[in-house]
């Protein structure tokens, strides 16, 4: 991540001055600050990610004109750790996601609605999973979970993916709606077709206003910096899935 990388590299700095290395600890200090400034407050970050967010249109319930086989809404939305120490079902600024998943679901009742995600790794078993604080806040607001289908073990969106398809053995003639994060989308929807699913993206959770975020700077370091580390991630993370021959799509097609 960004954020990481200018961490070290202001640690290592620190490290070379203590050694009196001083030629090379100033090199790492500049490499931070000129790091943290351009991420920071330029609108380089927001290119990256604005290439990811646009890469599926924006699209409205009456644009899907296919039937759907099913509503997969992927996980990310809750935090397991805080929910089980605070007891309560604890949000995040994904939760778009679900929202707008329930909200389709209503529109589409006859087609299943389905919840993918744990968070929760092996170590840390006695947190609530995500699926498990999905249909606890679901339930409490009044809405019948009998119909929805929740994934629980998996970790990762490519275990989404593997985990949902061995449930609902999709085939090509059956057309699911995909909801996620619009940034999230490309590597997402890459994953799904992998697993065979044929799916509809329908992208929410938009951190970037559109196009004019191409030349508005940041008003905050911290705002720059975090689109960074999202970019980065996906971008990251669809390389790597590319080169191991998890999906055969890197940067997918609508």
């Known amino acids: 991540m960004p954020s990481n990388l200018i961490g070290f590299s202001?640690?290592?700095?620190?490290?070379?001055?203590?050694?009196?290395?001083?030629?090379?600890?100033?090199?790492c200090f500049a490499f931070s600050a000129i790091l943290i400034t351009t991420l920071g407050y330029s609108p380089l970050p927001n290119r990256a990610l604005l290439a990811l967010e646009n890469r599926f249109p924006q699209l409205t319930p009456?644009?899907?004109?296919?039937?759907?086989?099913?509503?997969?809404?992927?996980?990310g939305s809750?935090?397991?750790?805080?929910s089980f120490h605070r007891?309560?079902?604890?949000l995040n600024d994904t939760i778009e996601r679900v929202t707008q998943g329930i909200e389709l679901s209503r529109i589409?009742?006859?087609a299943p609605l389905i919840f993918t995600g744990s968070s929760v790794p092996l170590s840390h078993s006695h947190f609530p999973t995500e699926a498990i604080l999905a249909k606890r806040m679901l339930d409490g607001m009044g809405i019948d979970?009998?119909?929805?289908?929740f994934e629980d073990k998996s970790l990762t969106t490519y275990e989404n993916a593997q985990f949902l398809a061995a449930i609902l053995k999709p085939n090509p003639s059956q057309h699911y709606v995909l909801v996620t994060s619009a940034f999230h989308m490309p590597r997402s929807v890459a994953l799904f077709r992998a697993?065979?699913?044929?799916?509809?993206?329908?992208p929410v959770?938009?951190?970037?206003?559109g196009l004019r975020s191409l030349f508005l700077p940041h008003t905050y370091m911290t705002s720059g910096v975090s689109v960074a580390d999202i970019a980065a991630k996906e971008w990251l993370g669809m390389l790597v899935y590319w080169a191991t021959g998890k999906i055969t799509e890197f940067y997918p097609r609508p």
């Open 87 to 90: 007891n309560e079902v604890n």
């Open 145 to 149: 979970t009998s119909r929805i289908i």
């Open 78 to 82: 809750f935090n397991p750790y805080l």
């Open 108 to 110: 589409f009742p006859n």
């Open 195 to 202: 697993a065979g699913f044929t799916v509809q993206a329908y």
């Open 10 to 27: 202001a640690i290592i700095g620190l490290l070379l001055l203590i050694f009196r290395r001083t030629k090379w600890a100033v090199r």
């Open 205 to 209: 959770d938009y951190q970037l206003p």
């Open 62 to 75: 009456a644009q899907i004109t296919l039937k759907p086989a099913g509503i997969i809404i992927l996980g």
